[in-house]
């Protein structure tokens, strides 16, 4: 594909799960974001990947979230004991590199019970 | 601390109008993003600004960057129903290892007939 991938689109789960978001950047794109954007907000960072290494992880909320990118393209975010006030969309982008344009996926709407 | 800053949050206009949107930013940048979102989408880049009285145009829609007063905006000119959406900047910061954009909160706009 052209863009930049996220999956599932949306994602409804109960308080205390554990979940998985999935980011697929563009083809070539070195550089990958993930960020949360809550209702009437703007995206709040929350991670970037240079190559397969968090080059800065500051704006991961707890150490219930958790992000990896093995192989330096596809990225999961990870989310334990999952919390009410983790409901958000949760958007992922990517860029041929830091300093270039970044590309976003169109989200994932996540909505804890 | 970072920080971004946009008014107004809310701005109804009546098409054929002009109007700009200001965003303030609190230290120096690298570079500032214009981005356009629709409800339940995902955020289209619009703008990069890179340089000091940078300005660009796009259709009704013209960006501007004056670095010393940290401030940017967004004008727009004799405006059309299809401009209604929200409106974000965000302002990159790349010093040490950070590649991250910072938002503000929105400009919503509602171009009415």
């Known amino acids: 594909g052209a863009g930049v991938s996220q999956t599932p689109s949306n994602k409804v789960t109960e308080k205390g799960k554990y979940v998985e978001l999935r980011c697929d950047p563009i083809?070539?794109?070195?550089?990958l974001y993930w960020y949360r954007q809550s209702l009437g907000q703007g995206p709040e960072f929350l991670i970037y990947f240079q190559g397969t290494g968090a080059a800065d992880d500051s704006g991961l909320p707890n150490d219930r979230f958790f992000a990896v990118r093995p192989e330096g393209s596809v990225s999961t975010l990870k989310i334990q004991r999952t919390e009410r006030g983790d409901s958000a969309v949760y958007l992922c982008a990517s860029s041929q590199g830091q300093g270039q344009p970044q590309h976003f996926g169109d989200g994932t709407r996540l909505s804890i019970l | 601390e970072l920080k971004v800053e946009q008014n107004p949050l809310f701005l109804s206009m009546q098409e054929g109008k002009n109007y700009t949107i200001y965003c303030n930013y609190s230290?120096?940048?690298?570079?500032l993003y214009w981005y356009r979102q629709d409800p339940g989408k995902s955020l289209e880049s619009l703008f990069v600004?890179?340089?000091?009285?940078a300005v660009k145009q796009e259709g009704r829609l013209m960006a501007s960057l004056d670095t010393k007063a940290r401030l940017s905006t967004l004008h727009i000119t004799a405006a059309v129903h299809d401009l209604s959406a929200t409106y974000f900047c965000?302002?990159?910061?790349?010093?040490?290892?950070?590649?991250?954009?910072?938002f503000g909160k929105g400009t919503k706009l509602s171009v009415k007939p």
């Open positions: 083809s070539g794109h070195t550089a």
């Open positions: 965000a302002v990159a910061f790349y010093g040490g290892s950070q590649g991250n954009l910072i």
């Open positions: 600004l890179l340089s000091n009285g």
């Open positions: 230290t120096t940048s690298d570079r």
